[in-house]
């Protein structure tokens, strides 16, 4: 379902093939993971790969509210990638895309995080 990795100090969270969001059960696994990520991430830099997933909603979303949260007050920064044209829909609506950056490719989005503020 979720994969957590570091590559280039960031920790990227990717969401697998599985992955549904709308399983209230795996909803809630993966917000324990993440939170869990957040939590362990050193530095505090997050990529959430959104590339195995069709379908966000607002239960996802209220998931990565709060890891946000915990990334800022971290003083950490938050990116997505991977978005296809529904899920980026979603964020673009919510205005969600103005409080995290979503690029096309993860590359795209760890060579962002390794740039200094």
Request: net charge negative; charged share 25%; glycine share 6%.
């Amino acid at each position: 379902m979720v994969h957590i990795c570091c590559q280039q100090d960031v920790t990227v969270v990717e969401l697998r093939s599985r992955y549904d969001s709308l399983d209230l059960k795996v909803l809630d696994e993966f917000g324990e993971t993440l939170i869990a990520a957040v939590e362990r991430a050193t530095p505090p830099l997050l990529l959430l790969d959104l590339s195995g997933t069709d379908y966000i909603g607002s239960s996802f979303i209220e998931q990565l509210l709060r890891a946000w949260k915990e990334i800022e007050a971290r003083q950490g920064r938050m990116v997505l990638c991977g978005a296809n044209p529904f899920c980026l829909e979603v964020l673009q609506t919510t205005r969600l895309d103005t409080l995290w950056p979503v690029f096309g490719t993860r590359d795209e989005a760890i060579e962002d995080l390794a740039k200094p503020l």
